[in-house]
């Protein structure tokens, strides 16, 4: 691919590396540069890295009526040698291009994808935060832009890459376990719905249950399926759970639930944990029942933003608290988060592929 650069002069874009003082919070910040590339007369066309700035859409633009947009959400990492590595960036631009099918939106090739995202990182890489535990969140997206009113697939989109220099997740630690809401008011997602992807308005449909879950003391709602019988997932992090004999259960994945790359990885890295990493249904009667006879100890949530967050109750409806062991964060979730993490950081190596080294444009 032919990527044109329009960068911000020198005198303006970042010439030293990014050496922040203070926690930098995560997805606040931004960096000088973006990623753009148009789509019309069917074809993706004119990729370009141009100075990060507000878009000209028109108001008519089908994703500002209709929501037909998609994202994804991915890391980089710093790594001893001083290079850039993306974690598992094959597997975003594979849901990307599986969530743009769900919306009728046309897929961009994954090795574009990937080039697009490295090049951006590149050109931005004096803004990685040189901090303990910091990373690039990369934010990759595609909106429809064509300006019609007719609810239909649009005919133009954009792809647009933007980063953010994030600071470590967990700048506390790792010990405040979250508690979770289990309503049987609000549903994510149904059979032949969207669930599975990564649409815009998947995420707009989860704010209302975000502030039910506020007013409970609760970070976040756990999901039930339509029927209210089985535990589906959180609004941005898949669930599990820990069987007493350290099993990790994660619910099988369904087209109502989004296939997290974060539980993908340690699916995959089961032996390397010490112990069996599976899927499973998950019925809220006998979750429930195997939390109060202390046969599950541990439970949490999975996903790029935490990697791993620990849950140490869950709250109904009616008030009724119910407690995950002690409550507190147990050996098996800090393992499989130091595992994951110190993969990501280059402290271990991990399987074959998943750190990807960003190149220098003159390399
Ligand atoms: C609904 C939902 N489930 C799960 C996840 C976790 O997925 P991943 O581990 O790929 O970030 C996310 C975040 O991307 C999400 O938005």
């Given at each position: 691919m032919q990527i044109a650069y329009d960068l911000k002069p020198s005198s303006e874009r970042r010439t030293e590396q990014f050496k922040p003082k203070?926690?930098?919070?995560?997805?606040t910040l931004r960096t000088d540069h973006m990623f753009l590339m148009d789509y019309r007369d069917g074809q993706w066309c004119e990729p370009r890295i141009v100075p990060y700035g507000p878009f000209q859409i028109a108001p008519g633009a089908v994703a500002l009526h209709y929501g037909q947009s998609v994202f994804e959400g991915a890391k980089a990492f710093l790594h001893d040698d001083g290079e850039i590595y993306t974690f598992r960036i094959d597997k975003n631009a594979q849901r990307l291009n599986r969530s743009a099918d769900t919306l009728c939106i046309p897929a961009i090739d994954e090795a574009i994808q990937i080039e697009a995202i490295h090049a951006l990182i590149d050109t931005d890489?004096?803004?990685?935060?040189?901090?303990?535990?910091a990373c690039l969140y990369i934010r990759p997206f595609i909106f429809a832009t064509q300006?019609?009113?007719?609810?239909s697939p649009s005919e133009t989109y954009t792809f647009c890459v933007m980063l953010s220099p994030s600071g470590p997740y967990y700048s506390d630690g790792f010990d405040a376990p979250i508690r979770l809401l289990i309503t049987e008011?609000?549903?994510r997602a149904v059979a032949?719905?969207?669930?599975?992807s990564k649409a815009a308005g998947n995420y707009a449909a989860s704010l209302q249950a975000g502030k039910a879950a506020a007013e409970y003391g609760a970070a976040q709602v756990l999901y039930l399926d339509a029927t209210n019988t089985q535990i589906e997932e959180v609004g941005a992090m898949n669930h599990f759970h820990i069987l007493k004999d350290g099993t990790v259960i994660i619910p099988r994945f369904t087209d109502t639930i989004l296939k997290s790359i974060t539980s993908e990885s340690f699916l995959e890295l089961g032996e390397r944990l010490g112990c069996e990493v599976r899927q499973e249904t998950v019925k809220l009667d006998q979750f429930i029942a195997d939390v109060e006879s202390g046969e599950i100890i541990e439970a949490g949530g999975f996903g790029t933003a935490a990697v791993v967050s620990p849950v140490g109750s869950y709250i109904f409806e009616d008030n009724r608290v119910l407690t995950v062991g002690d409550g507190q964060v147990g050996p098996h979730t800090r393992k499989l988060y130091q595992t994951l993490t110190e993969i990501q950081k280059g402290a271990v190596a991990g399987p074959e592929g998943w750190m990807r080294q960003v190149s220098r444009r003159n390399d």
């Open positions: 203070d926690d930098v919070g995560f997805g890489r004096l803004w990685f935060p040189m901090q303990q535990g300006d019609r009113l007719s609810v008011r609000f549903h032949g719905g969207t669930g599975a």
